[in-house]
T-cell receptor, first 114, second 115 residues
């Protein structure tokens, strides 16, 4: 069964500083990988996804993520965070076979300091 | 597109009462998912449907939980009787298919508080 680990429960970053959120997955084949963001009181919004090809994927709001098969990782990055980036971030893995939706990590809560 | 629509957004009820949460998926999406989110357990998949048929309900915690999808544009999640430990945010999501590559679009969630 697939699984996702987000080792950081909380991360605090100063506004304008760079950001990296960690995600490690466990899956036997090439996974489909996603990052979602959840603002307070809202549902989850897709930031970006990786299916195949270029291992560096660009998403919305200036985010990017890099798939590293050797490390089973899919870390999310942003060069300069804004106060509006404060939210909960979820990494998720989907199986190629289908029929079981996504498996989500527990999430990382991002706090932005002024 | 109005997105995935859930109602109610907030529900406060007393233990033992029946709770019904509703979801309207995006038109054209044939897969629908119900998730539960709590601080302790994070996001849990409860059940999902494909073409209105329940495919996997192994995530449904107890017989007190049931879900239906009578047509392509409507689904309900019912808890009867409700208990305080059912307090959580319940999300509905839809997608164009069940393949793991399909992107889920989430509703805003229904926050349930059982007193």
């Amino acid at each position: 069964a697939q699984s996702v680990t987000q080792p950081d429960i909380h991360i605090t970053v100063s506004e304008g500083a760079s950001l990296e959120l960690r995600c490690n997955y466990s899956y036997g084949a090439t996974p489909y990988l996603f990052w979602y963001v959840q603002s307070p009181g809202q549902g989850l919004q897709l930031l970006l996804k990786y299916f195949s090809g270029d291992t560096l994927v660009q998403g919305i709001k200036g985010f990017e993520a890099e798939f590293k098969r050797s490390q089973s990782s899919f870390n999310l990055r942003k060069p300069s965070v804004h106060w509006s980036d404060a939210a909960e971030y979820f990494c998720a893995v989907g199986s190629g076979g289908g029929a079981d939706g996504l498996t989500f990590g527990k999430g990382t809560h991002l706090i932005i300091q002024p | 597109d109005a997105g995935v629509i859930q109602s109610p957004r907030h529900e406060v009820t007393e233990m033992g009462q029946e709770v019904t949460l509703r979801c309207k998926p995006i038109s054209g999406h044939n897969s629908l998912f119900w998730y539960r989110q709590t601080m302790m357990r994070g996001l849990e998949l409860l059940i999902y449907f494909n073409n209105n048929v329940p495919i996997d309900d192994s995530g449904m915690p107890e017989d007190r939980f049931s879900a239906k999808m009578p047509n392509a544009s409507f689904s309900t999640l019912k808890i009867q009787p409700s208990e305080p430990r059912d307090s959580a945010v319940y999300f509905c999501a839809s997608s164009r298919g069940l393949n793991g590559a399909n992107v889920l679009t989430f509703g805003a969630g229904s926050r349930l508080t059982v007193l």
